[in-house]
């Protein structure tokens, strides 16, 4: 393949094996070798994408690249939009709102918000800031690149990348920022998007408060009870870059899965990409401007008992690109924890038993980590 003298050396490895994909996948195939070889480099997809690759490596081929939807009969829907302005000044409009936020979070397990208090300005910033990360000097990256998620900031490209469930590498790469329990040292943070971040965090975590207010008025508690058990006390923001893929029929950006959190809020650009399994359909999640993206975590079905649903989910990859997107995760994630999460017993009865075993947050994101983006879901484990 001509285009290949223009690529780094340590590249070729990873590149080479594309053609492999006309030779019906041949058995002296090294894939662990081909996944190091793409690690070491340090440089995530966008490092391909850069040294000018035409065909997608084979460790990103997947056999969801069609984005097709497994449904045989295709339906329309209208994905769930809220409006949370006025929200605590009209009594009228906070029973609507919390009867909306109650009926997506039970049915879709995803909704969007338009006027939840963030301003534009801060929104477009942070998709500026994260754009400003990834396409620095490679130089300057590698300083923030390795897997041990027990630091507070961490670089890299799919957090599963050698995980023997995973189906295949994303077509994607992210930076990830543990803002809370404890206070993250801004100093940490790479310089490029260090204040963003800061000021985001903070505009996040006040709306994410708002919003477990109202989740937990759904479930006909006391507007203090989620944050009362500890959902609000951790916070990772994942700033996530998708480069434009010269095959997108054959690679995704993000495997679907389902969050190992309590609720994640994201903020996405104008691209598009984003699907929710919904019905047994993909459904696009349009991008509308000022909104956010809520979806509800494995962690808040187990404790609602399966009240609200934690759905899947995936990113599709683009011709176009790059495509930038923000994950921020209620969680403590792999911290530390001795708290169990079992189903609130406020919710139980006889009619209604607990459907979960109780576990701890760290517990449950260690067996995700393990386990990967292997499109299973990530509590039958602890189903009773």
């Not at 203090?224 to 951790?234: A, D, I, R, V």
């Not at 919904?278 to 993206?293: E, I, K, M, S, Y």
């Not at 038993?353 to 509590?379: E, I, W």
Request: glycine share 6%; hydrophobic share 35%; proline share 7%.
């Amino acid at each position: 393949m001509q285009y290949m003298t223009c690529i780094p050396p340590i590249y070729k490895m990873v590149v080479s094996n594309t053609q492999q994909i006309q030779d019906n996948f041949p058995q002296n195939y090294d894939k662990n070798s081909e996944l190091k070889a793409f690690d070491d480099t340090k440089a995530g997809v966008k490092g391909l994408v850069d040294a000018g690759i035409t065909e997608v490596p084979r460790i990103f081929i997947h056999p969801e690249g069609s984005g097709k939807s497994p449904s045989l009969e295709e339906k329309h829907f209208i994905f769930p939009l809220i409006d949370l302005e006025n929200m605590n000044n009209d009594p009228v409009k906070h029973k609507e709102i919390v009867q909306k936020i109650g009926d997506a979070s039970e049915t879709w397990g995803f909704f969007q918000v338009i006027n939840h208090g963030i301003p534009v300005s801060v929104l477009d910033e942070m998709l500026r800031g994260s754009r400003r990360f990834f396409e620095q000097d490679i130089e300057v990256k590698k300083q923030y690149y390795h897997r041990d998620y027990t630091q507070r900031v961490v670089y890299n490209s799919n957090f599963d990348l050698y995980s023997p469930k995973a189906i295949a590498v994303n077509w994607s790469d992210s930076l990830y920022s543990t803002m809370g329990p404890a206070p993250l040292d801004p100093e940490e943070l790479p310089e490029a998007c260090r204040e963003i971040i800061m000021e985001y965090s903070h505009h996040v975590m006040k709306m994410g408060c708002t919003l477990l207010e109202l989740l937990s008025e759904c479930l006909g508690l006391k507007p203090s009870h989620l944050k009362e058990m500890g959902c609000s006390e951790g916070l990772s923001i994942l700033c996530n870059y998708y480069p434009a893929c010269p095959q997108p029929e054959l690679a995704v950006g993000l495997s679907k899965h389902t969050d190992n959190d309590f609720f994640t809020v994201l903020l996405q650009d104008d691209l598009g990409g984003l699907q929710v399994l919904h019905q047994n359909q993909w459904v696009d999640v349009p991008p509308t401007p000022g909104a956010l993206v809520i979806n509800i975590g494995d962690v808040l079905q187990l404790i609602s008992n399966d009240k609200y649903k934690s759905v899947e989910h995936r990113a599709l990859s683009k011709k176009v690109g790059p495509r930038i997107s923000i994950a921020s995760f209620f969680s403590s994630g792999p911290l530390p924890s001795s708290k169990l999460y079992g189903p609130i017993e406020e919710l139980l009865s006889e009619d209604n038993p607990p459907k979960y075993r109780a576990t701890t947050l760290k517990d449950f994101y260690d067996y995700f980590s393990k386990k990967g983006l292997d499109g299973t879901s990530n509590l039958s484990h602890l189903r009773i």
